[in-house]
């Protein structure tokens, strides 16, 4: 059984276009996240939701948006791609609120190329 | 969250003990210590968790000294498989301008 899932697995698109990712995690847990790893390997925290607080990167452009229909998921919307948000975006999940002895789970990531 | 500092990458042989340590000067009384495995083209993966002293689990122990400053990740008897990177997480994730929330990590590489 797959804990965290994301679609789509590889995704290529124009500069310019909207997409969005999808995550879903069969966890029962509380707190979502996403993550972008970049090509020198760096991750960098993007967004923390749960059913009571959404927590923003304040380095991550406003065109970047999670959406949440139920605690099962978290989508994550991109608008206006830019050459510059190609990398891997990883969803995770943990129990709790994303404290400090939380462990998270991750998905298998999303290669995102923006042409 | 505190800043995390690793080596950059190591090599090893088989069938050695591998010791990664990681410094974390900043670390805050309720911080737990956290360890991370990522192979390439895939998701990060929890490996072992710990407050203080020492933790042992089925595939890795965790040495953390009393004054929590550092901290220790210890693999047995590594064999080709272990190759992947080692990231040292401390605290909850942060979400500060500058900082990269799971460090650089460190690239361990097994050689036959």
């Known amino acids: 059984d797959t804990a965290v899932s994301q679609t789509p697995k590889y995704l290529v698109t124009q500069m310019g276009n909207d997409k969005s990712i999808k995550c879903e995690q069969n966890?029962?847990?509380?707190?979502m996240y996403w993550y972008k790893q970049d090509s020198k390997k760096f991750l960098k925290i993007m967004f923390s939701?749960?059913?009571?607080?959404?927590?923003i990167n304040e380095t991550v452009p406003n065109r970047f948006s999670p959406k949440s229909p139920d605690k099962a998921h978290l989508n994550l919307h991109i608008n206006s791609l830019e050459l510059g948000d190609s990398a891997v975006y990883f969803c995770?999940?943990?129990?709790?609120?994303?404290?400090?002895?939380?462990?998270?789970?991750f998905g298998p990531g999303t290669r995102l190329t923006v042409l | 969250l505190a800043k995390t500092t690793q080596p950059i990458s190591m090599d090893s042989y088989e069938g050695q003990e591998v010791n990664i340590t990681c410094s974390h000067n900043?670390?805050?009384?309720?911080?737990?210590i956290t360890w991370y495995q990522q192979f390439p083209s895939q998701g990060p993966r929890f490996i072992i968790q710990?407050?203080?002293t020492k933790v042992t689990n089925e595939v890795a122990s965790l040495f953390i000294p009393a004054d929590r400053k550092s901290s220790t990740l210890s693999l047995p008897r590594v064999s080709l498989s272990d190759t992947a990177v080692y990231y040292c997480l401390v605290g909850a994730p942060d979400f500060g301008n500058e900082k990269l929330t799971f460090g650089t990590g460190t690239r361990l590489t097994i050689i036959p």
């Open positions: 966890l029962g847990h509380d707190t």
């Open positions: 995770a999940s943990s129990q709790g609120p994303g404290g400090q002895g939380d462990t998270q789970y």
């Open positions: 939701y749960n059913n009571k607080e959404l927590i």
């Open positions: 900043n670390i805050a009384t309720n911080d737990y």
């Open positions: 710990g407050y203080k």
